[in-house]
């Protein structure tokens, strides 16, 4: 019942302790502040059990190699910090009944606050993903006097929804696109504005706000995160993601992990070359600011689309065309990805009703089907499990990642 991940990284500490017994300390503190043998095995049994829901220690010890002596510290030292709760025991078996162990998602809260082009949302969020109490608001462009008005009004708010307080909860994650300040033109939106952004730390001011670490990832490699983090992606080692927003973007998955990038950028796919009359780029088919064009051009309401209310089959036929379009060309940039790297997988997903994610992804296994394939080899191809919430839930997802999970690639960096 071992993932991949389990297992590699099972192997991977193996390997690095019989070489030598100092390094698996070194590559901990180097990036993950896993800082001993102790803290990533119970990172690996929190990972195993949220992978697989419950997990007996008898599951655990088979999944991890590691002693049943081991699994009980670990079962017992996890379950008296309040990460684990017990499930009713498994009878009928030879033996003792056993216990199986499930993720207790009130042992974590967090504050999660998303900083996009077109909508701002501040949320709290439980350990496994619940959104406990949230508020967005849809935006021609962001400011930075917004985005700090709209925090200061509404996290009181918030947490008293969530029956949090400011000390219960355990980090806050920022989840927003790297220099809001490109692409204006794009997006209709003011550039002597949103150049504000460029001497403006986000991180900086909130910080001056609130008493946690305040986590900033880029917000589609948030996104992606959230999507490994809670979307059940355990089976895959090696996967693209694509989040398309109101412009397209994603997350790369290597090893189990996300690889980031030397600066956070790794998959952000919107600048990739594609074919195409109306533009050379992703970001020019496969984003939601293309639809939105074209619903202005109609004199309809272009942010109705950013509406979770709103009912698409109302915009025909320019979803139709714009699902076509887009499928299209994130074939071209998928072959083009599979030509460095041989990933198994692609995953899309995005800020958009379910019925239209799906048909997207119908659309694009079509377009997979037809486009030429030489040299490379067909990934396996799903809807995101995670959809509008991907970017808020990624601000949770990250902290996740960084504090009770493993970093697969910090592994192998470090050897």
Not at 253 to 278: H, T
Not at 296 to 319: F, G, Q
Request: glycine residues 8%; contains cysteine.
């Amino acid at each position: 019942m071992a993932s991949g991940l389990i297992r590699s990284a099972r192997l991977k500490v193996d390997n690095m302790n019989k070489n030598n017994p100092d390094t698996l300390q070194r590559s901990f503190q180097k990036g993950s502040n896993q800082v001993a043998i102790r803290s990533y095995n119970e990172r690996l049994v929190l990972q195993l059990i949220r992978e697989q829901g419950a997990v007996t220690k008898a599951d655990a010890t088979r999944a991890t190699g590691l002693s049943p002596n081991a699994i009980s510290t670990i079962f017992r030292t996890l379950e008296e910090d309040g990460f684990l709760l017990r499930d009713e025991p498994i009878r009928g078996r030879i033996g003792q009944p056993s216990t199986p162990m499930r993720l207790d998602p009130e042992v974590r809260h967090y504050v999660a606050f998303a900083v996009g082009r077109r909508s701002m949302e501040l949320a709290v969020i439980d350990f496994l993903g619940q959104v406990k109490a949230s508020k967005r608001l849809i935006i021609p462009y962001p400011t930075p006097e917004g985005a700090l008005t709209f925090f200061k009004d509404n996290l009181t708010p918030l947490l008293r929804a969530a029956k949090q307080t400011r000390g219960s909860i355990a980090g806050m994650g920022l989840a927003m696109p790297f220099e809001l300040w490109s692409w204006t033109s794009e997006f209709d939106a003011p550039s002597e504005v949103m150049s504000a952004w460029r001497d403006f730390s986000l991180v900086e001011a909130l910080q001056e706000l609130v008493p946690w670490t305040i986590v900033f990832e880029n917000d589609a490699t948030a996104a992606c995160r959230a999507e490994l983090v809670f979307g059940s992606r355990s089976t895959l080692q090696d996967w693209i993601y694509f989040f398309i927003g109101t412009f397209v973007g994603g997350g790369v998955v290597l090893n189990g992990s996300v690889f980031a990038g030397r600066k956070g950028n790794a998959g952000g796919f919107g600048p990739m070359r594609v074919p195409g009359k109306e533009g050379d780029r992703l970001v020019d088919h496969a984003s939601l600011v293309v639809l939105e064009h074209w619903l202005k051009a109609d004199n309809r309401e272009p942010l109705d689309i950013y509406d979770e209310a709103t009912d698409w089959s109302t915009l025909e036929p320019y979803v139709s065309n714009w699902i076509h379009r887009a499928a299209r060309n994130l074939a071209h940039a998928t072959v083009s990805a599979l030509a460095v790297i041989d990933f198994e997988g692609v995953v899309i997903d995005g800020a958009f009703p379910a019925e239209i994610r799906q048909r997207l992804v119908d659309e694009f296994r079509h377009q997979m089907d037809i486009i030429d394939l030489q040299g490379v080899t067909m990934p396996e191809i799903d809807a995101g499990h995670v959809g509008r919430k991907a970017r808020i839930l990624g601000g949770a997802a990250t902290l996740i990642n960084q504090n009770h999970m493993i970093d697969q690639n910090t592994l192998l960096r470090s050897q």
